[in-house]
């Protein structure tokens, strides 16, 4: 894709790669400017995107924004932007984002809408989520306690309330009460202040009508009539609840797949799939980390790249750069290409690993195993790259990076087996190489 054509009446998809954290907001932000709609497919507000924009008010100083809910492409002027059908929706965080938009002088108004599918998520899923953490103890997952697993547990149970519920609040409040008593039996009598949410709902419900949308009609008509839509994946191919490291992942689909049912558009309409990988790999959360560096190298990392969730704050563990991981996720999600992020963030170490293959009982694995156990008695072989010391941040052009620095890109592309488009110096928006 071109670093400066409008790409018309397709789709192109924005995914995580890893275990999430590798820089999605930053690319969607990018990107806006060259699409009509921006739009969110999966997740909830389990997500944090990260986007440093310039100050309109202070040359010169840039400005700092975190989206659970909002997609990104509201930072850029005039763009649409939908929450899908797939996403788990907390509306009092969405709110919240949107007046984070309008006080900074963002108008949101008749910009953003809302799936009539959309599962809507409240607080008793988030005291389940806490009630279930607490239950597993030393097998907890680490869940960012967003209500995630509580929310799509209750839409696969079939008893979710949904964002087109609200249009009949007497409906919806008998329906959301049936729901407390049944989850109550289940999981104990949790506390919380249920009238005062059913308040909530009742005066959100005249704000939100005006947002609710037939999303998956609206953005294939828009397709229909040429126009481009840019989705804004969730989370990561390795939290995927199909194809991540189950148990520990999240509870809704990270990859591909979760963008055609979270949207309602079909595959054959998806023109480009970019997958967003870290040039080295973070997870937050308890759950298997084959590369992980539980030493002062590690701790470099998470220093100079400044890796503290964006949702909960938690340090995020890091390690080396794992390709069978890479090549993983580029098989999953037919990446077409990758923006490998945060590369300047490596300036400085004097040799760089890369986990190339992984060995059980001797033998090489074809794939990234689903077994825990397996997982943990592998033998991970590593390639070890040349360093470099300069600074990258002032970077544009992939040739005036360090020799070395290229090697190191050169290298998981040969081994993910896809082409990186975009390499991230910064975390700006002109931080990024172009490499068409
Ligand atoms: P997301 O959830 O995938 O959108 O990523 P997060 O926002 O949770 O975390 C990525 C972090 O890395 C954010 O703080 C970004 O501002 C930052 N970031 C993104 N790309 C780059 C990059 O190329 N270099 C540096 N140094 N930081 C980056
Ligand atoms: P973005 O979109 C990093 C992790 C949680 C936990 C597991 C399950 O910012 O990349 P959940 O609350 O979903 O039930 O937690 O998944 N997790 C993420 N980690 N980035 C995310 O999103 C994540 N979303 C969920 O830390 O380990
Ligand atoms: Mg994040």
């Given at each position: 894709m071109s670093s400066q054509a409008k790409v018309l009446g397709n789709l192109t998809a924005v995914v995580g790669t890893q275990w999430g954290d590798e820089g999605k907001g930053k690319l969607i932000d990018i990107l806006a400017a060259k699409f009509d709609i921006i739009a969110r497919a999966t997740g909830g507000a389990n997500a944090g995107h990260t986007i440093h924009i310039p100050d309109k008010n202070n040359p010169g100083q840039s400005q700092k924004f975190v989206f659970h809910l909002v997609p990104a492409g509201m930072l850029t002027d005039g763009k649409i932007c939908v929450v899908g059908n797939g996403v788990a929706m907390h509306l009092p965080t969405f709110f919240e984002e949107i007046e984070v938009l309008e006080k900074a002088g963002i108008s949101t108004a008749e910009r953003i809408f809302i799936s009539d599918r959309a599962h809507l998520l409240f607080e008793y899923h988030k005291a389940i989520d806490e009630l279930q953490e607490m239950a597993k103890d030393s097998k907890k997952i680490g869940t960012t306690k967003r209500g995630i697993g509580p929310c799509y547990t209750d839409k696969i149970r079939r008893i979710g309330l949904r964002v087109h519920d609200l249009d009949n609040f007497e409906k919806f409040s008998a329906k959301y009460l049936e729901n407390v008593e049944t989850l109550q039996k289940m999981y104990?009598?949790?506390?919380?202040?249920i009238q005062a949410e059913l308040n909530y709902y009742k005066e959100i419900s005249l704000r939100v009508k005006p947002m609710i949308l037939d999303s998956a009609y609206y953005l294939n008509e828009a397709l229909d009539k040429g126009q481009s839509i840019l989705v804004e994946g969730a989370n990561g191919a390795l939290l995927?609840?199909?194809?991540?490291?189950y148990p520990y992942v999240t509870s809704s689909n990270a990859s591909i797949g979760g963008v055609v049912t979270g949207t309602g558009i079909g595959v054959t309409k998806i023109k480009n799939i970019v997958g967003i990988m870290k040039a080295y790999t973070t997870r937050v959360g308890e759950g298997p980390f084959?590369?992980?560096?539980?030493d002062e190298l590690g701790e470099k990392i998470r220093t100079i790249g400044g890796e503290f969730g964006a949702t909960t704050g938690r340090p995020r563990r890091c390690g080396w750069f794992d390709a069978v991981v890479g090549k993983y996720s580029v098989m999953l999600n037919s990446l077409t290409s990758i923006n490998l992020t945060k590369l300047d963030v490596l300036t400085g170490f004097p040799t760089l690993k890369i986990a190339t293959n992984y060995k059980y009982l001797n033998e090489y694995l074809k794939s990234f195993p689903a077994s825990l156990d397996v997982l943990k008695e592998i033998e991970i072989e590593y390639i070890e790259l040349p360093g470099w010391e300069e600074d990258l941040s002032k970077v544009r052009k992939y040739q005036d990076l360090p020799k070395n620095a290229r090697l190191y890109v050169e290298k998981i592309e040969e081994l993910v087996g896809c082409k990186i488009n975009y390499i991230g110096t910064g975390v700006g928006r002109d931080d990024m190489i172009f490499r068409d």
């Amino acid at each position: 894709m071109s670093s400066q054509a409008k790409v018309l009446g397709n789709l192109t998809a924005v995914v995580g790669t890893q275990w999430g954290d590798e820089g999605k907001g930053k690319l969607i932000d990018i990107l806006a400017a060259k699409f009509d709609i921006i739009a969110r497919a999966t997740g909830g507000a389990n997500a944090g995107h990260t986007i440093h924009i310039p100050d309109k008010n202070n040359p010169g100083q840039s400005q700092k924004f975190v989206f659970h809910l909002v997609p990104a492409g509201m930072l850029t002027d005039g763009k649409i932007c939908v929450v899908g059908n797939g996403v788990a929706m907390h509306l009092p965080t969405f709110f919240e984002e949107i007046e984070v938009l309008e006080k900074a002088g963002i108008s949101t108004a008749e910009r953003i809408f809302i799936s009539d599918r959309a599962h809507l998520l409240f607080e008793y899923h988030k005291a389940i989520d806490e009630l279930q953490e607490m239950a597993k103890d030393s097998k907890k997952i680490g869940t960012t306690k967003r209500g995630i697993g509580p929310c799509y547990t209750d839409k696969i149970r079939r008893i979710g309330l949904r964002v087109h519920d609200l249009d009949n609040f007497e409906k919806f409040s008998a329906k959301y009460l049936e729901n407390v008593e049944t989850l109550q039996k289940m999981y104990g009598k949790f506390k919380y202040d249920i009238q005062a949410e059913l308040n909530y709902y009742k005066e959100i419900s005249l704000r939100v009508k005006p947002m609710i949308l037939d999303s998956a009609y609206y953005l294939n008509e828009a397709l229909d009539k040429g126009q481009s839509i840019l989705v804004e994946g969730a989370n990561g191919a390795l939290l995927d609840i199909d194809h991540g490291t189950y148990p520990y992942v999240t509870s809704s689909n990270a990859s591909i797949g979760g963008v055609v049912t979270g949207t309602g558009i079909g595959v054959t309409k998806i023109k480009n799939i970019v997958g967003i990988m870290k040039a080295y790999t973070t997870r937050v959360g308890e759950g298997p980390f084959p590369t992980e560096l539980n030493d002062e190298l590690g701790e470099k990392i998470r220093t100079i790249g400044g890796e503290f969730g964006a949702t909960t704050g938690r340090p995020r563990r890091c390690g080396w750069f794992d390709a069978v991981v890479g090549k993983y996720s580029v098989m999953l999600n037919s990446l077409t290409s990758i923006n490998l992020t945060k590369l300047d963030v490596l300036t400085g170490f004097p040799t760089l690993k890369i986990a190339t293959n992984y060995k059980y009982l001797n033998e090489y694995l074809k794939s990234f195993p689903a077994s825990l156990d397996v997982l943990k008695e592998i033998e991970i072989e590593y390639i070890e790259l040349p360093g470099w010391e300069e600074d990258l941040s002032k970077v544009r052009k992939y040739q005036d990076l360090p020799k070395n620095a290229r090697l190191y890109v050169e290298k998981i592309e040969e081994l993910v087996g896809c082409k990186i488009n975009y390499i991230g110096t910064g975390v700006g928006r002109d931080d990024m190489i172009f490499r068409d």
